[in-house]
C-alpha cells in the first residue's frame, strides 16, 4: 500500500511539474505588469527611435511581416490602418516592428518600407527595423500579427492577438471582437484592462536565427 502510495505521489508530481514548463514554454517573455523592455531601433527614414522618447505615452507595439497571409488580412481590408489611424489621433503612439532577418521572409528595405507604407496608406507613428531580433525576442513575439501595449506607466498591459478570429479570410475581420481596440479604450479611459492576455496567431516571426 505504502508503495503504491508513493508511485501515485510522484506521478503526480511529475504530471504537474509537465504541465507548469509546458505553461511556462508556451507564454510570451515579457509579463502583464511587467517593464516594457527598452529598445532602440531605426525607422524608415534613418531615424533612431527608442521606446524611452515616447515615456508616459499609451504605446502599441505590432509585429508584422508584409507576406504574411494574416498580416495581408489585416492591411488589405484596411483594419489594421483604421486602427492606426484612430488611435493615434487619440494620442496613442503606435510603433510597427519588423523583425524579419536579412533574406528571410518579409524582410525590407527602407525604401521597399516606404512604398509599402503608401501602398496601403498605413499610418503608424514610426515603423522600426528590428533584422537582429533582438527587440522581437526581448518581448518574445512570436507571430506577425503579434500585438502588445503599453501604458502610460511603462508596463505592459495587453500581449496576444489582434482579435479572436484566427482565420486568415479577410471577411473573418468583419464581427470579429478587437482586443486592441477594447484595451486601448480601457486605458483611455483609466479603466483597468479586462482581457489583458490572449494568444496571438499567425505566421511565425522570420528570425534571423
Given at each position: 500500500?505504502?508503495?503504491?502510495?508513493?508511485?501515485?505521489?510522484?506521478?503526480t508530481v511529475f504530471f504537474l511539474?509537465?504541465?507548469?514548463?509546458?505553461?511556462?514554454?508556451?507564454?510570451?517573455?515579457?509579463?502583464?505588469?511587467?517593464?516594457?523592455?527598452?529598445?532602440?531601433?531605426?525607422?524608415?527614414?534613418?531615424?533612431?527611435?527608442?521606446?524611452?522618447?515616447?515615456?508616459?505615452?499609451?504605446?502599441?507595439?505590432?509585429?508584422?511581416?508584409?507576406?504574411?497571409?494574416?498580416?495581408?488580412?489585416?492591411y488589405q481590408t484596411g483594419n489594421?490602418?483604421?486602427?492606426?489611424?484612430?488611435?493615434?489621433?487619440?494620442?496613442?503612439?503606435?510603433?510597427?516592428?519588423?523583425?524579419?532577418?536579412?533574406?528571410?521572409?518579409?524582410?525590407?528595405?527602407?525604401?521597399?518600407?516606404?512604398?509599402?507604407?503608401?501602398?496601403?496608406?498605413?499610418?503608424?507613428?514610426?515603423?522600426?527595423?528590428?533584422?537582429?531580433?533582438?527587440?522581437?525576442?526581448?518581448?518574445?513575439?512570436?507571430?506577425?500579427?503579434?500585438?502588445?501595449i503599453i501604458n502610460s506607466a511603462?508596463?505592459?498591459?495587453?500581449?496576444?492577438?489582434?482579435?479572436?478570429?484566427?482565420?486568415?479570410?479577410?471577411?473573418?475581420?468583419?464581427?470579429?471582437?478587437?482586443?486592441?481596440?477594447?484595451?486601448?479604450?480601457?486605458?483611455?479611459?483609466?479603466?483597468?484592462?479586462?482581457?489583458?492576455?490572449?494568444?496571438?496567431?499567425?505566421?511565425?516571426?522570420?528570425?534571423?536565427?
Amino acid at each position: 500500500m505504502r508503495r503504491f502510495v508513493l508511485t501515485v505521489f510522484f506521478l503526480t508530481v511529475f504530471f504537474l511539474s509537465s504541465i507548469l514548463s509546458f505553461a511556462s514554454a508556451t507564454q510570451a517573455e515579457v509579463q502583464i505588469g511587467a517593464s516594457a523592455p527598452q529598445f532602440t531601433a531605426s525607422d524608415v527614414h534613418g531615424v533612431n527611435q527608442s521606446l524611452d522618447q515616447y515615456k508616459g505615452k499609451i504605446i502599441v507595439l505590432e509585429w508584422t511581416n508584409p507576406e504574411c497571409p494574416y498580416v495581408v488580412k489585416h492591411y488589405q481590408t484596411g483594419n489594421m490602418q483604421q486602427l492606426q489611424k484612430k488611435y493615434v489621433g487619440l494620442g496613442v503612439v503606435w510603433l510597427t516592428i519588423n523583425s524579419s532577418g536579412e533574406n528571410k521572409q518579409g524582410n525590407l528595405s527602407t525604401e521597399e518600407a516606404k512604398n509599402y507604407l503608401s501602398e496601403k496608406a498605413a499610418v503608424p507613428t514610426a515603423y522600426l527595423f528590428d533584422p537582429s531580433g533582438t527587440i522581437g525576442k526581448s518581448y518574445g513575439a512570436k507571430t506577425t500579427p503579434h500585438m502588445f501595449i503599453i501604458n502610460s506607466a511603462g508596463t505592459v498591459a495587453y500581449a496576444g492577438a489582434i482579435d479572436d478570429n484566427s482565420s486568415s479570410r479577410h471577411s473573418s475581420v468583419e464581427n470579429a471582437r478587437n482586443f486592441v481596440a477594447e484595451a486601448l479604450d480601457a486605458l483611455l479611459a483609466d479603466q483597468p484592462v479586462q482581457t489583458a492576455s490572449t494568444k496571438a496567431y499567425g505566421c511565425s516571426v522570420k528570425y534571423s536565427s
